[in-house]
């Protein structure tokens, strides 16, 4: 293995591993607002983001683009 290739394993890793920490973040916060949401449905999902928030839009009864927008709101607290 190169060591390019190498270097960009390792880098994928971590992107994932700060992705899975901001998530972490993100559902205390969304748990903190919605109370009716459960650890089962903030379960960080391998995907794309539109699978891990389309069950959450669901229960909260907001669509996408709702969601996204709390979302971005809770980034900036």
């Known amino acids: 293995m190169s ?3 190498e270097f960009l ?3 994928q890793n971590m992107d994932k591993e700060l ?3 901001y998530w972490n973040d993100l559902k205390i916060k969304l748990k903190k ?3 009716t949401l459960t650890t089962a449905d ?3 999902r391998h995907g794309s983001i ?3 928030l389309m069950p959450i839009s ?3 009864g907001k669509t996408k ?3 996204k927008d709390i979302i971005a709101k809770l980034e900036t607290v």
């Open 3 to 5: 060591i390019e290739t």
């Open 9 to 11: 394993l390792k880098k």
């Open 19 to 21: 992705d899975i920490i």
């Open 33 to 35: 607002k919605y109370s």
């Open 42 to 44: 903030l379960q960080w």
């Open 50 to 52: 539109d699978d891990l």
């Open 58 to 60: 669901f229960k909260l």
């Open 65 to 67: 683009k709702e969601l």
